[in-house]
DNA sequence: TATAAAAGTTAGGTTAATCTAACAAAAATT
DNA sequence: AATTTTTGTTAGATTAACCTAACTTTTATA
């Protein structure tokens, strides 16, 4: 059994390793800065992951998480997205507020739960940030994603990410009724500055390219999101 | 803040000073059992309940809870008994899994979170349970809870609760079609063994008059369920 | 009422998670 | 290569929540 607060660490390695993309490597500091907690107190908890076989570590080396380790923040990655959609989906929470609460309900183990909550949300695949939700396995799908900027006159996208998560991004596409999940079908592009007329929820907008740059998307008729874009999918 | 610990504190006194109704006071060695934990660790914790102004107490006295650590209290009930409905209504969680997996819930502190998810389950009074649930002032609304043996024929009531919860009843209950917020008519009493013919979802159902002395019911008719046996309610 | 039983307290110890302050090793810079 | 900066470790404290073992107070009962 893990401790919310162990529980924290892996989720902060794997979120650093990921971003240090050489060999996924990391050191205290960084994860201390990124917990909110003194080296000090970090360097102790990297024994007790050790004795937990949930990292690999020597002293004054760099800290790798196992794959034992992995798996488990998966788990933990996978409630709080979840718990996220949960709260976006259900509760009606917006985009900025779902995360706070998530970082709680995350800490709830009970395997019959989140199983429940999966199947009660209807199996998604993203959370409200478009990130991608791990599958009960633990399997990441990878999606071959494009931008809404890639995608040609009449073609039919369904909205999946941002490329980022900016109050200003949010806010705009909260104006002009765009969301995950959502479909765009496009109906025209001008050719002088590359912006769309686009029919979302039956209704006509204009969006500029730089904004469509920002729009992750995939092909709406491929049901296997992660093979977007090497058979079926219009999307280059 | 409290801590989940502390919050198990309060919800235990509530319910062992319910109990004790005479003072509502309670016994360390009560609240370990209770608590599962042994006199010594309670002891330690009086002390910090007291310096919180949660419990009144004085050494080798006994304890009684403050305004404050009721209105806390009840504000765990409440949380506890809307994830229980969550879990029951939405999940598909059976009856007598609830409460385990409620027992972490309760401990997510977010008032925006327990208002949604009351609207979300549309403000229900009771829990899989039959049990009240707090409003969200911390209010109980008090029922004046009748048998199903109190019923006359021809009077439709609402089942609201039973008077245990042990396995043998529920299931009973459930191979029967009854349950919690089902509306039941009365056809006819057996004037031999007070057995009763009812209606439940269209069906005619027999059952004797020890189940019916088991199953909590308020007047059909009855707005407000409080005021039930004064005004209007037929049922004495 | 004296004594035994029950109830409650205290002292001292453990573990997880945190801290500060001092120190040591590794890496970067001159 | 020497020095400085950055990074990481250790020692020693603290706090909440638990424990055991010994002790004290209250209550029950012979
Ligand atoms: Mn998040
Ligand atoms: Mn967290
Ligand atoms: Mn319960
Ligand atoms: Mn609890």
Excluded at 4 to 20: D, P
Excluded at 59 to 80: L, M
Excluded at 127 to 142: L, M, R, T
Excluded at 157 to 185: C, Y
Aim: hydrophobic share 40%.
């Amino acid at each position: 059994m893990l401790s919310a607060t162990e529980e924290n660490y892996l989720k902060a390695l794997i979120k650093i390793s990921e971003k240090n993309s050489v060999d996924g490597k990391v050191g205290t500091n960084e994860l201390a800065v990124d917990l909110g907690v003194k080296p000090a107190t970090v360097n102790d908890m990297l024994k007790r992951l050790k004795d937990k076989k949930l990292i690999d570590y020597e002293k004054y080396g760099k800290i790798k998480i196992t794959k034992s380790g992995k798996k488990s923040g998966i788990e933990i990655i996978r409630r709080h997205r979840l718990w996220e959609t949960f709260l976006f989906d259900k509760l009606k929470f917006t985009w900025d507020e779902v995360h706070e609460v998530a970082e709680l309900l995350e800490h709830v183990n009970n395997p019959k739960l989140i199983e429940r909550l999966d199947e009660f949300l209807n199996h998604p695949q993203f959370d409200p940030h478009g990130d991608v939700i791990p599958n009960s396995k633990g399997k990441i799908i990878i999606h071959f994603k494009k931008t809404l900027s890639n995608a040609k006159v009449g073609q039919a996208v369904k909205m999946v990410a941002m490329k980022e998560n900016s109050d200003v991004l949010l806010k705009h596409l909260f104006e002009l009724g765009l969301g995950i999940n959502k479909t765009l079908k496009v109906i025209k592009i001008q050719p002088f500055d590359l912006s769309m007329n686009i029919l979302v929820d039956k209704k006509a907008i204009t969006i500029s390219n730089k904004l469509a740059e920002n729009i992750f998307v995939v092909c709406k008729e491929c049901k296997v999101i992660g093979e977007c874009n090497k058979k079926m999918c219009e999307l280059e």
